[in-house]
């Protein structure tokens, strides 16, 4: 969404402040007016987090002069974004602040776009790179992948909360960054097989990400403030590498392709980062790369690495593997134009030990 350039140049739209650490909640009406930003605030939240995450927020807003309205969302479908944005054009708000999970933080993200508002994300957990991304997926609308929103004026994640999250969400979001182990690689191919455009410096940020929270698996897994820190900055920085590229690539490559096949075709999907961690797995075996060690530290980390992990049934496991690459048919990857064949599928997950 950025403005109209001439075709060599490029579009970086980044957040200007990022905060991360304990207690750091409470900063965001301080945080608001130091980048100028006064008047009146949207708070977008969920139900869940209404009474925790969002009254921390509330409050320090009030506690800056702020006027403030709560929308609570259930889920990010286009109704709850509609919602939203009529809230938005009634209280005409200066600033939305998105408080929650994701799904939260991908309907403040949207709406506030819609309406051409500023927003800010306050995480509360680090289930995937969507909290710092200008990325936005979205159930209910024709196509099951993410496209280009635009970037938070400021990131605010408290690893207080976020570190009380459900381990589950935090062992998502190391799948998901772990995920562009491969998604790096599929970039790269698509660059030599497609001529695509690739960007080093996005890159080689998204590849550091996920080398960092490999690295640090056993202070993740012990859920230490340190832990939970690298991989919240993982996860930010996985959403600028994607601001920088102007384009999901760096981020999301036929591991993700995977995941999105699975969300939209098992009967209980289990979550995003979840669904990538595995598809990682089996790409890495495909590009001829370390899919051992992927597959260690998804085990020492607490993620799933089989289907009957995932909760998903093998049958859904190679249909996604045999049909992903038709869902997003301009993504090159490493699944190729036709996609795998049932019978190189089956010797993917078999060897990897997804499906025994
Ligand atoms: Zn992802």
């Not at 739209?13 to 909640?25: F, H, S, W, Y």
């Not at 897994?221 to 919240?232: Q, Y």
């Not at 590009?287 to 049934?313: D, F, R």
């Amino acid at each position: 969404m950025g403005p109209q350039l001439p075709s060599d140049s490029h579009y970086m739209q980044l957040p200007r402040e990022v905060l991360i650490g304990k207690q750091v909640a409470p900063l965001v009406g301080e945080t608001l007016t130091r980048l100028r930003i006064r008047g009146r605030a949207l708070i977008v939240t969920g139900p869940k987090v209404k009474n925790i995450a969002a009254d921390i927020v509330l409050d320090s807003l009030n506690d800056y002069g702020f006027s403030t309205e709560i929308s609570v969302v259930e889920g990010s479908t286009t109704e709850q974004v509609m919602m939203v944005e009529n809230k938005i054009n009634a209280f005409k708000p200066d600033i939305i602040v998105g408080v929650g999970g994701g799904k939260d933080i991908d309907v403040a993200k949207l709406s506030s776009m819609h309406t051409s508002k500023q927003f800010l994300s306050v995480p509360t957990a680090a289930s995937h790179d969507g909290i710092a991304s200008p990325l936005v997926s979205m159930k209910g609308m024709d196509r099951p992948y993410s496209y280009v929103a635009h970037s938070p004026v400021a990131i605010i994640a408290d690893t207080s909360i976020i570190g009380k999250s459900p381990y589950r969400l935090i062992a998502s979001g190391c799948g998901d960054v772990v995920a562009k182990y491969t998604a790096v690689r599929d970039w790269k191919l698509a660059h030599r097989i497609k001529n695509e455009y690739y960007g080093d410096y996005a890159a080689e940020l998204a590849i550091m990400s996920s080398r960092l929270v490999m690295k640090n698996s056993s202070s993740i897994r012990m859920v230490s403030e340190s832990g939970v820190r690298t991989l919240v900055e993982a996860l930010i920085s996985c959403g600028v590498a994607m601001s920088i590229a102007g384009t999901s690539r760096p981020c999301s490559g036929a591991e993700h392709l995977f995941s999105h096949y699975l969300t939209m075709t098992a009967p209980k999907p289990a979550l995003h980062g979840e669904q990538c961690g595995v598809g990682t797995i089996m790409c890495a075996y495909l590009h001829g790369a370390n899919w051992e060690l992927i597959k260690e530290v998804l085990h020492k980390i607490g993620a799933p690495t089989t289907s009957t992990e995932l909760g998903i049934e093998p049958k859904y496991v190679l249909e996604a593997l045999i049909k992903a690459h038709t869902i997003r048919p301009e993504r090159y990857t490493i699944l190729g134009e036709s996609g795998l064949t049932k019978e190189a599928a089956q010797r993917v997950a078999t060897i990897t030990g997804v499906v025994t």
